[in-house]
């Protein structure tokens, strides 16, 4: 089930992605406030390469994920298992004489985003992974502890669907507390 949510998260980002040109947003400029937490261009630009007419999107979706953590972390979930073992099966950075699509793609992104960041393409990796876990983690033990049914005999749609409702029914009950900025 793990999978499965991160997968749905992981499309639900991915599908904004897109190339970066030239910048308009600074990255210390704040997208949106969040029950307090606020999100930066920076912190958007570090999972994604999105252009600016895509920040909007991109916005919306790290609110959403932002409320869910949030709610995660006050209902006490601990995830470093989770974080600890993504980052065991994920955080290797593939060394140069690896010519597959997945190593390439991933050394593409660290080496780009890096120099974004005044990083090194492994220190970037790293960090990313890491952060990536985080995101991923809290949402995925939010939802299992939200499931009416078995989610492992849900269809991804079914479950993309009340995952999307548990979503909905947080931003209405914080509404007050969310500002989007960027939009």
């Not at 910048?23 to 400029?29: F, S």
């Not at 307090?36 to 252009?51: K, L, Y």
């Not at 994920?65 to 989770?82: R, Y």
Request: glycine share 4%; with cysteine.
């Amino acid at each position: 089930m793990n999978k499965l949510i991160s997968s749905i998260i992981l499309i639900s980002l991915s599908f904004i992605v897109g190339c970066s040109g030239s910048a308009t947003y600074d990255t210390d400029e704040v997208a949106a406030i969040v029950r307090g937490e606020e999100i930066t261009v920076g912190d958007i630009r570090f999972f994604v390469e999105a252009e600016d007419e895509d920040l909007p999107e991109v916005v919306e979706s790290m609110v959403r994920e932002t409320v869910v953590i949030q709610e995660a972390k006050e209902m006490g979930i601990d995830v470093s298992d989770e974080v600890e073992e993504s980052i065991k099966s994920f955080g290797q950075y593939p060394s140069e004489n690896v010519d597959t699509d997945k190593a390439n793609e991933i050394r593409e992104f660290a080496e780009a985003q890096a120099e974004r960041f005044d990083m090194k393409p492994k220190e970037f990796h790293k960090e990313f992974i890491e952060r990536s876990a985080k995101r991923s983690a809290y949402p995925n033990e939010f939802f299992k502890e939200h499931f009416d049914s078995n989610p492992e005999t849900e269809e991804a749609e079914e479950m993309n669907e009340e995952i999307q409702q548990i979503v909905d029914v947080l931003l209405k009950e914080h509404e007050d507390k969310i500002e989007i900025l960027i939009k």
